[in-house]
């Protein structure tokens, strides 16, 4: 646990606990979708895709 | 011995009323008046020697500072990742919570870095008359010298989106989480647990239910 997942898991908890026009727009803020490669000798080798989508509320780990 | 001397010092000194203040200092230094008569009184014994130093030669002047102007609106700044809530608005008071308790600031705050918990920041743009309160889930509050201040929050939400059952669910949801892992379960499932209770509570509280 580090601050910075501290700081998202408690804003997390918050927009879970929204009502409905304003919670269904915070969702959408909640995901985090992208994709990073490993690059080696200038090449990327590994590519990564890390999508999030429903936040990390109600999960505990 | 040497204990009975320092008390003797101490008396005679307090006697004297010498102190080391640079503020009793300033008073006792001689004038450009007295610095000059004292000099033409040497000249006469001078010879060939450079004229005798005086110790506020070597002291800086206190600078006087006026009493930088206070103003009377706080330039408050209230940002979340996705929006500017408040931008250079002009307002009267901010209630912040931070972790080491609540506080107000109003223009001539000290300069201040605050940690924020969750709970309630509330923006007096007219003091007592015109609040908006908003949840903040946490963040950071900086107050400038120049009473300028930025609230920095996670994510923050107007009191009126935040469901009532959706909380007293969380609360118990999360009270029962971490009363089941007490002693047991790893570190982060706890904090976790620890955060969610944190969390409701607070939102328990800014809703008074």
């Known amino acids: 646990m580090t601050y910075n997942k501290y700081a998202g898991l408690c804003a997390d908890m918050l927009r879970a606990a929204l009502k409905e026009p304003a919670k269904t727009k915070a969702k959408a803020r909640e995901a985090i979708y992208y994709r990073s490669a490993v690059w080696e000798n200038g090449q990327p080798t590994k590519q990564v895709i890390t999508d999030i989508t429903e936040g990390t509320s109600g999960k505990l780990s | 011995m040497l204990r009975h001397a320092a008390r003797g010092v101490c008396r005679a000194a307090g006697l004297r009323s010498v102190s080391s203040s ?29 004229e005798p130093e005086f110790p506020s030669n070597f002291v800086k002047p206190v600078e006087k500072v006026e ?45 201040t870095v605050a940690e924020l918990r969750p709970g309630v ?16 889930s946490g963040g950071f509050a900086f107050i400038h010298a120049d009473s300028t201040t930025d609230v920095c929050a996670v994510e923050a939400v107007p009191l009126s989106d935040i469901d009532s059952d959706a909380v007293r669910a969380g ?12 002693g047991k379960g790893d570190d982060y499932e706890l904090a976790a647990a620890q955060a969610g209770v944190e969390v409701y509570s607070a939102l328990n509280s800014a809703l008074g239910l």
């Open chain 2, 22 to 50: 640079t503020a009793a200092f300033q008073e006792l230094n001689a004038s450009e008046q007295s610095k000059k008569e004292f000099l033409s009184k040497f000249a006469a014994f001078q010879g060939t020697m450079n």
């Open chain 2, 67 to 111: 009493n930088a102007s206070v103003p009377d609106k706080l330039k408050f700044n209230f940002y979340i990742p996705s929006a500017a809530i408040n931008q250079g608005s002009s307002v009267d008071l901010v209630l912040l919570p931070a972790t080491t308790g609540d506080f107000g600031v109003m223009p001539g705050h000290v300069p």
């Open chain 2, 121 to 136: 920041v509330s923006v007096h743009n007219e003091l007592d008359k015109d609040v908006t309160k908003y949840f903040v």
């Open chain 2, 171 to 182: 609360l118990a949801e999360y009270t029962g989480k971490l009363a089941s892992l007490q």
